[in-house]
């Protein structure tokens, strides 16, 4: 994706790879990247109309993540930064996920309340006026796209299961079932007990004889598993709400794109009088275009890296 002061180009090689397999193969992902990275960059720079010897800096992603997919960006980065003497600009992904409410107007007020939700991580975060930020609340076990991801696996769903748990839900009635929903007494989330009640409710009606679930009855299922998890985020951020005197609330993260999420967001912010900030879905899921904008930031302030950044697979926002 290139930036030239605003969004020129963006984009993204989605791995189909995969889908076979229910859930990301970390090999098969780094050397799908090692194949890609080059065609993607030569796509970004052709359609923004920019050529090498017009880049200034160059943006990476160095953690957290899978090591071998950083390690195939970062490689390729510090080489193009080496060979042209561009700026290098590591930016840490969850970084990018909250920037990606800085790619398009109109940008959240700092400081605001930003729930990134997504595969990988479920967290609460305080951007303050300095874009210094701070972690007030995360997952102690899965991440909320992880539990989508693993329902939507046990109910024979594509991966990643969540767009497609969405899009049943949205026919089906969230108060069919009853899944517990786990509210910590802080502002930390717990999704590991709803996705095993889901797992014991498949399993004793399979247990019990019960035919398989008909498209109603599955479209309930989804739809209840994921009012309780919306439930659960939404209310933490209710909580962190009463305690963070905040301009403006922000959502970021794949999961972000999840309509019943967008919706419960919708009512809290006007029920607390503050603005709602969520991208469009395409800067939702992972995508270059926050990570540039995130590097943008950072080389204009004038944090740059050297070339010896290395990946940081399990860095922390
Ligand atoms: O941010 P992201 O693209 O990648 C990570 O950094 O993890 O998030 C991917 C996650 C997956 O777990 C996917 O199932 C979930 O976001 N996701 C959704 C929806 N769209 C993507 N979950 C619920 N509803 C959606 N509409
Ligand atoms: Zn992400």
Redesign the pocket.
């Known amino acids: 994706m290139v930036v030239r002061g605003r969004l020129a180009s963006s984009v993204v090689a989605a791995q189909d790879v995969h889908r076979r397999y229910g859930g990301v193969v970390p090999e098969l992902a780094s050397r799908d990247h090692q194949r890609l990275v080059l065609p993607v960059v030569g796509d970004a720079l052709e359609k923004a109309g920019v050529a090498l010897r017009d880049l200034t800096t160059v943006a990476v992603t160095y953690g957290p993540g899978l090591a071998g997919s950083l390690l195939v960006g970062l490689s390729f980065a510090k080489a193009l930064a080496w060979a042209r003497s561009l700026d290098l600009v590591g930016v840490n992904?969850l970084e990018g996920?909250l920037f990606s409410l800085f790619i398009e107007e109109p940008h959240p007020p700092l400081p605001f309340l930003c729930l990134v939700?997504?595969?990988?991580?479920t967290q609460l975060v305080v951007v303050d006026e300095d874009f210094r930020y701070r972690t007030i609340g995360r997952t102690r076990d899965d991440?909320?796209?992880?539990a989508?991801?693993k329902v939507?696996k046990l109910l024979g769903l594509p991966y990643?299961?969540?767009?497609h748990?969405?899009r049943l839900a949205a026919g089906g009635d969230p108060s069919a079932l009853p899944f517990p929903r786990t509210h910590l007494p802080d502002l930390d989330f717990s999704f590991s007990g709803i996705k095993t009640s889901v797992l014991y409710h498949v399993r004793d009606r399979a247990a019990s004889g019960a035919p398989p679930l008909d498209d109603a009855g599955l479209a309930d299922l989804c739809a209840s598993f994921?009012a309780a998890v919306v439930s659960m985020l939404v209310r933490a951020v209710d909580r962190a709400l009463t305690r963070v005197p905040v301009r403006a609330i922000g959502v970021a993260?794949?999961?972000s794109?999840?309509?019943g999420?967008r919706t419960a967001l919708r009512e809290l912010a006007a029920k607390r009088k503050l603005g709602l900030y969520i991208p469009r879905p395409a800067w939702?899921?992972?995508n270059a275009a926050m990570i540039a904008v995130a590097g943008y930031h950072r080389a204009v302030a004038g944090h740059l890296s050297k070339l010896t950044l290395t990946a940081e697979p399990a860095l922390a926002l």
Request: charged share 15%; glycine share 22%; hydrophobic share 30%.
């Open positions: 992904h996920h939700v997504s595969g990988g991580h991440a909320a796209g992880e989508f991801d939507g990643p299961a969540g767009p748990v969405d994921q993260g794949g999961v794109a999840n309509s999420l939702c899921t992972d």
